[in-house]
């Protein structure tokens, strides 16, 4: 895998290697700006879902009605986590379009209902994940998880690793 690190004039002590293994399907372009740190992908392949050998009981292996393409092949799970910094992660889908992850946070866009208004606020931590209690345990962040903010608790409703960014609405006390 080739890794193409854009961080000479951005700080190329921040730029750090990807375990090769972890990624052998993408390439990847890293960049800085301010404490915000942005990764191109690039996806090369699609991703295994391992339901391609399914047979039925007769002991043959029937041929598939259909061929799946590669751009309905889906990825990995993105796995927002909380941290000190922001790193998202931008990736060429279907057509061209380009979707941005967010592959670890720090800050979320807090609605206030009484008040109307949005604020950017920081996550201090996470609370709940009604989906899985075991991403709260991860620090992972999904839609529906409860987290805490310097306002108070508030439930996450954008999807963190389609939207690129958490919105959040805070919780009545």
């Known amino acids: 895998m080739q890794n193409l690190h854009i961080s000479e004039e951005l700080g ?19 960049y800085f700006k301010g404490n915000a740190a942005w990764v191109l992908v690039v996806k090369l ?16 292996r029937a041929r598939p009605y259909k061929v799946k393409r ?11 986590t909380l941290s000190d910094n922001d790193v998202r992660r931008v990736i060429r889908v279907f057509g061209g379009n380009v979707k941005v992850k967010v592959v670890s946070v720090q800050y979320a866009n807090l609605y206030i209902p009484k008040e109307g208004k949005a604020v950017k ?7 709940e994940t ?15 998880t409860i987290i805490e903010t310097e306002r108070g608790r508030a ?16 919780l009545e006390k």
């Open 121 to 127: 606020v920081k996550i201090l931590r996470v609370l």
């Open 45 to 60: 392949l699609s991703f295994y879902q391992g339901r391609d050998a399914k047979k039925p009981s007769g002991g043959y």
């Open 12 to 30: 190329s002590s921040l730029a750090r290697q990807r375990d090769a293994s972890s990624l052998s399907n993408f390439h990847e372009a890293k």
């Open 130 to 144: 009604p989906a899985n209690r075991e991403l709260a345990k991860r620090d992972i962040i999904v839609k529906g």
């Open 70 to 80: 590669k751009a309905l092949g889906g990825g990995p799970p993105t796995n927002t």
């Open 155 to 170: 439930v996450v409703t954008s999807r963190p690793g389609q939207d690129g960014v958490v919105n959040a609405v805070l």
